[in-house]
């Protein structure tokens, strides 16, 4: 009878194990899918995009001078910042994904998950160089930041690879109820315009 109900619970078990890692794999996703995408042609990236975007956002933002643009959307549900700014010989290209748990009590946002998927998701990647790893911080906080909120579960990484043949470097950051996946590329201009 015991074996029976140890099976049960595992059973019932694993299918809220797949559940709580599905929102960060979601991310991973999104991001792998994405970001790449959106950084080695920004033109085609923009094109695939619906105008308005899923909540009705304007998706695609410009400075005046036409140096700096910006696409904000969501993606498969998953919020995601796309950034291209020429300055001086370079242009700079960055995308970004965060994930956030304000409440701080959701089970698939605490920092161990969170690091299993991203392990297991880097491992399958092959020829990636990463460093980083646990990162105590103690983070201002409040609206005077005179207050500090020690961080005993804040990692991050550097991630270059990602995106072969290149210099891209991506960041991952993560911790108790946030995950933040980042990637940068620098282009050199000829004209500097």
């Not at 498969?76 to 970004?96: D, K, N, W």
């Amino acid at each position: 009878m015991r074996a029976a109900s140890l099976l049960t619970a595992l059973a019932l078990a694993a299918p809220a194990a797949a559940q709580e890692a599905s929102r960060a794999d979601a991310a991973w996703d999104v991001f792998l899918k994405t970001c790449p995408a959106a950084l080695s042609d920004p033109e085609t990236f923009a094109k695939s995009l619906p105008v308005p975007g899923p909540v009705g956002e304007k998706v695609f933002f410009q400075t005046d001078d036409g140096r700096s643009a910006s696409i904000d959307t969501l993606i498969e549900g998953q919020p995601v910042s796309v950034s291209i700014v020429a300055v001086g010989t370079r242009e700079e290209r960055t995308c970004t994904l965060s994930l956030n748990d304000m409440t701080g009590s959701a089970p698939d946002m605490r920092t161990a998950l969170l690091h299993e998927v991203f392990l297991r998701r880097t491992a399958a990647l092959p020829d990636l160089d990463i460093v980083g790893g646990p990162m105590n911080k103690d983070i201002p906080v409040g609206a005077p930041m005179n207050t500090i909120f020690p961080s005993d579960d804040h990692h991050e990484y550097w991630i270059a690879g990602l995106l072969p043949g290149t210099d891209a470097l991506a960041m991952v950051v993560l911790g108790d109820g946030f995950l933040t996946l980042y990637l940068d590329r620098t282009l050199r201009r000829e004209d500097g315009s």
